[in-house]
């Protein structure tokens, strides 16, 4: 029996019943026991060790838990990691390669789109699932797209401004056949 | 030849930064990101009740539960002599409740656990039985007659005043007043607001009992106060505690307060011999800890018929909460309220303070500020602006005719202070043409035709950034200065640590900038730290956009320091006496022979290799620098705003900022600084503010209840600049973390009373929310935001 706070080890009366799931984070098959009350963020910080996904609100408001199931962006507080059972998980540590940084991760610091960073892992997530749905954005288009994920250093100008910065990259090394994404760059 | 200074990363060149390099992969290292091993995890019970008597507490349920390691109570706290701890401010806060509970939210029982869900748990299965008590929300209730007294724990405290508090000059504005052909009066709430980074506060507390050596990870934006205050109240030697702050996610004043959670899981760490984790989630941080603002002002202002400003009267009713846990300096009571109306020039003022005791959470903190300075230019400018419009005149030329000249600095303010350098006019008159206001007051005639509200605010303000100088600025008895320590290596490269803390600032970009400018070695070959008490020089952290005024000028100090000794290098290595050697930027050289030199790294490799003879090996060394004044950036922020009649909702149509702070060290971060401020003052004037009903329920314990704006509400901002350097710090530069959040409210409220001008309304207390704006332009009158609101409608 694992405790997520392994460590520790459990008081045989305190065992509890757990749940076996198994889901593929950042691209990786990993299968893990969970307290059925286990909340994801938490199975993805202390279970997986992936601590780039910050808890800041605790009631889905500030987006600084914000990861992607299946591709589309969550906030990991408030979902129960039981239900990824199956489903596929991508936090911040899944972004860049082990030699190139996502465009997005670039935009932020090109643009200064982050300060204290705390925030800055949700809404590069949020801004990633933007971008594969829509690549080639309206400043609107960011700004509504971020307004799951709040900031208190940075506002949200240089922020906007990293996304876009991203877009323009990402469209600049879409594959040629990709006309729509060439169009986008010209004009 | 000379080196490049934007190049090499120096002063000017807007660098990209250098901890984005971890942030953008998610690998900073927040106190919630540390795991010790071994480690327990503590939850805090809170109480439901403003005020209340505490009858009993049974903890036997939590016991009860496995995996609860330890509970502990007020009772157990006082029997250790812990129940109670000093504040910054020289007065004392519970750390876990044992008479009666004073606020919502008040700690009274913390348990710990091998899990964070597990001390839930066993914080729900305690019962606290509370005799209710009646609560007192405002400074009315506060002083009315018969109010319970909330301090009945202090000895000699017979009603809830905090302080009674004057400065300036009564009798010269008395005469002022006697003078004058108008008098202008202003009266409002700023109000109560959450600091709230979006990372809320914890520690890790960790006695080593082998070594008596307590280790506390902590997110503290003054580690050093913070060990100086440990040291206090658990008895350690100072060399005993060690206090590290890693990255921050975010400050704000929020975290410069000692809090009773760090307190308790100090103690249980001791008790338990674990290392013990605190995380404090979003309520608690909203409802227990630092708020700011929450000052009630009142003024009046002596005024000649030509727009002269003759004298200014200011009160202010200032609401602490139950504890008077500001951490201002020990001699101001209220902050630098006295910096009000500092760019103008004034012959005489004097101000009231009165500070209460409330049932509601201490704090009081410099949310985003230096001490107080945001509601002092928060008044002054809601007062100018009320002061022109009394008079007929142009608000912009109303400004004009009192600013400070430039020419006239120093300049010693009617309050007492010394404003050294600006260019106030000319910052006006560059934001008056960016928002184009002649056509903007044509435009405005035009639209009130068809029916269409619209309106334009100016705040103009100057503001004391950057305590001290020791003199006159101390916490804790502490006085203000800051310290740097500069280790350059035989290779030249260098590691600096500072007595600040970056809580987002960017000082591991900007501080190797100062280096790389003093000493012509490219910023990427330094390496910044701060936060950890056993390595940073003692200094007192970073608030109040103290650190590039104080801990930046000691950088530059430090710096000059080993400019110094690499100059007796050089002269041995270049076989010529020092006074024949001159500088430039990297490089020493013989001045009648300029292309015989060395550089700086030469000289750092001889201070290991080659040193002249009884010269002291190494070259490092460290700076503690007091400031000899503050610094005085200006701001010229200017709104244009539209309101919608039907509904009170109001746009932002155009923000104008021009910021003068001085010589800026990498533009990119300043204009990052000043961005972030201006979201801030955005949401200060529209939304964000903490308020309590009559029974004391804090109404803004979450984010769901207390609005913060997003990308989707936030106007863009349009930026400019202006240069004064500022005379007496080492390069120029002044404080500007703060400015926009300071005057940035004023500019939009302002913006607001314009559109509304002639409506028979002069003020609307902050946030303008729609139903406020609606209700003052429907029924004409004054919309006061003061607590208790009513929460059953």
């Known amino acids: 029996m694992t405790s997520l706070f392994a460590e520790v080890a459990p008081d045989p009366s305190s065992e509890v019943s757990v749940r076996r799931i198994t889901l593929k984070v950042n691209g990786e098959q990993r299968t893990v026991d969970v307290e059925p009350r286990l909340l994801l963020a938490h199975l993805i910080r202390q279970g997986l060790k992936l601590t780039g996904t910050h808890t800041g609100c605790d009631t889905t408001n500030c987006g600084a838990c914000t990861v992607l199931y299946d591709g589309l962006p969550v906030k990991s507080c408030t979902m129960l990691a039981v239900q990824t059972d199956g489903h596929e998980v991508t936090t911040v540590e899944g972004l860049a390669s082990a030699s190139e940084l996502h465009p997005i991760q670039e935009g932020f610091k090109d643009e200064h789109g982050l300060q204290c960073g705390f925030c800055t892992p949700g809404m590069m997530l949020s801004a990633k699932a933007l971008l594969e749905e829509n690549p080639d954005p309206t400043e609107d288009d960011v700004r509504w797209a971020l307004s799951g994920n709040l900031c208190r250093c940075t506002g949200y100008q240089n922020i906007v401004k990293a996304v876009l910065w991203a877009a323009a990259k990402m469209r600049d090394q879409a594959p040629a056949s990709d006309t729509e994404a060439e169009e986008g760059e010209a004009s | 030849m000379t080196v490049d200074e934007i190049k090499i990363g120096g002063l000017g060149a807007s660098r990209r930064r250098v901890e984005d390099n971890r942030f953008i992969r998610g690998a900073g290292n927040y106190v919630d990101d540390i795991t010790l091993p071994g480690m327990l995890h503590m939850e805090i019970l809170r109480s439901p009740l403003a005020h209340a008597r505490i009858k009993s507490i049974d903890v036997s349920g939590a016991w009860a539960i496995p995996g609860v390691r330890l509970v502990m109570t007020g009772e157990m706290m006082a029997a250790r002599n812990l129940a109670w701890m000093p504040t910054l401010s020289y007065d004392t806060q519970a750390v876990l409740a044992t008479d009666k509970v004073r606020f919502q939210g008040q700690e009274v029982v913390c348990v710990i656990a091998d899990d964070p869900y597990i001390a839930k748990d066993g914080c729900e299965a305690v019962i606290v039985d509370y005799e209710p008590l009646p609560p007192i929300v405002n400074p009315e209730q506060s002083m009315a007659e018969g109010a319970p007294v909330i301090r009945d724990d202090k000895e000699n405290q017979h009603d809830n005043v905090v302080f009674d508090w004057e400065v300036g000059d009564k009798d010269g504005t008395d005469r002022a007043f006697a003078d004058a052909d108008l008098v202008s009066d202003m009266e409002l709430h700023y109000p109560r607001s959450h600091p709230s980074p979006i990372e809320t506060c914890g ?30 109240v658990a008895e350690l030697p100072e060399h005993m505690i060690r206090i590290v702050s890693p990255d921050l996610g975010g400050g704000f004043g929020n975290k410069v307060p000692v809090y009773p959670g760090y307190v308790a899981s100090i103690l249980a760490s001791i008790l338990l011999e674990r290392p013990v984790k605190w995380i404090e989630d979003k309520t608690g941080n909203l409802i227990s800890t630092g708020f700011g603002r929450d000052v009630y002002l009142r003024g009046q202002m002596a005024l000649r018929k030509d727009g002269k400003i003759l004298g200014v009267r200011m ?38 303070s009165r500070g209460f005791y409330t049932n509601k959470a201490p704090g009081g903190v410099a949310y985003r500020c230096s001490f107080r300075v945001t509601e002092a230019m928060f008044f002054q400018e809601r007062m100018v602006q009320a002061a022109a419009d009394d008079l007929g005149m142009d608000q912009a030329e109303f400004r004009r005719v009192n600013f400070v000249r430039d020419d006239d600095f120093p300049h010693r303010t009617a309050f007492g202070f010394l404003t050294d350098s600006g260019q106030y006019g000319k910052c006006l008159d560059i934001g008056l043409e960016a928002i184009g206001y002649e056509n903007f007051l044509k435009e405005k005639e035009e639209a009130k035709k068809n029916g269409r509200l619209l309106g334009i605010g100016i705040s103009t303000m100057t503001e004391p950034l950057g305590a001290g100088n020791s003199r006159e600025y101390d916490i804790l008895g502490i006085k203000m200065f800051d310290s740097a320590e500069l280790r350059v290596h035989m290779s030249g490269k260098a590691i600096l640590r500072t007595g600040a803390k970056s809580q987002g600032q960017g000082h591991e970009t900007t501080w190797a900038q100062i280096v790389a400018h003093e000493l012509g070695i490219p910023a990427e070959d330094i390496v910044v730290e701060e936060g950890d008490t056993d390595t940073a020089p003692f200094g007192m952290g970073t608030y109040a956009s103290r650190s590039t005024p104080v801990a930046g000028a000691a950088v530059s100090m430090v710096a000059r320091k080993i400019r110094a000794k690499a100059r007796k290098i050089a002269a041995h290595l270049l076989e010529v006496s020092e006074e024949d050697i001159d500088w430039e930027l990297g490089r020493f050289f013989v001045r009648s022979s300029p292309d015989l030199g060395v550089t700086i790294q030469e000289c750092a490799n001889a201070a290991y290799t080659n040193m002249p003879d009884g010269m002291e090996p190494g070259l490092e060394n460290n700076a503690y620098y007091d400031p000899p004044n503050l610094t005085w950036p200006f701001a010229c922020y200017i709104s244009t705003v539209e309101i919608d009649p039907l509904t009170g909702v109001w746009d932002v149509l155009h923000m104008v900022a021009v910021d003068d702070c001085g010589v800026r060290i990498n533009p990119m971060i300043v204009e990052g600084q000043i961005m972030g401020g201006l979201t ?70 302002n913006a607001v009373m314009d559109a509304l001008k002639g409506s028979g309304v002069r003020n609307i207390d902050m946030p303008l929310l729609p139903d406020r704006v609606h209700a003052a332009l429907t029924e004409g009158r004054d919309i006061s935001g003061a607590p208790p609101v009513r929460t059953d409608s």
């Open chain 2, 203 to 232: 520690s890790i507390a960790d006695f080593d009992r082998s070594t008596s050596k307590l280790t506390v990870y902590m997110t503290t934006q003054a580690p050093h106060i913070i060990r100086a205050a440990v040291a206090l």
């Open chain 2, 315 to 352: 009160h202010t009713d200032s609401d602490h909460g139950a504890f008077f846990s500001d951490a201002q300096p020990s001699k101001f009571k209220i902050g630098l309220m006295h910096s009000a109306f500092a760019c103008y020039d004034i012959p005489a003022a004097h101000l009231t």
């Open chain 2, 680 to 749: 801030e003052a955005y949401a200060m004037a529209s939304m964000q503010f903490i308020t309590f009903d009559e029974e004391g329920n804090c109404v803004g314990s979450n984010y769901m209840d207390y609005l913060l704006p997003t990308a989707w509400e936030t106007p863009g901002f349009e930026l400019h600049e202006v240069v004064t350097p500022c005379p007496h710090h080492p390069i120029g530069a002044k404080g500007i973390g703060e400015c926009a959040t300071v005057g940035g409210p004023a500019a939009f409220v």
